[in-house]
């Protein structure tokens, strides 16, 4: 996976992070917990706010 993958990402958050609310996620916890997922292999330096909003949009929608 890569930062792209913003569906998919979100899917496996909302699978591994089930007790968090996505609306309430901060941007520094959420590219942590993005770079750990088991497929990810992207760079930190590629990500940017607008990655992470688009994370964090599609993982709020899987969880609604």
Sequence with gaps: MKW?????????????YPEVNPK?????????WVLELDGFD????????KILEAI????IEEAE
């Design 4 to 16: 792209t993958d913003s569906q998919r990402i979100a899917e496996d958050l909302y699978d591994k």
């Design 24 to 32: 309430t996620i901060r941007f520094t916890d959420l590219m942590q």
């Design 42 to 49: 992207d760079e930190a330096a590629h990500c940017g706010e």
């Design 56 to 59: 964090q949009l599609a993982w």
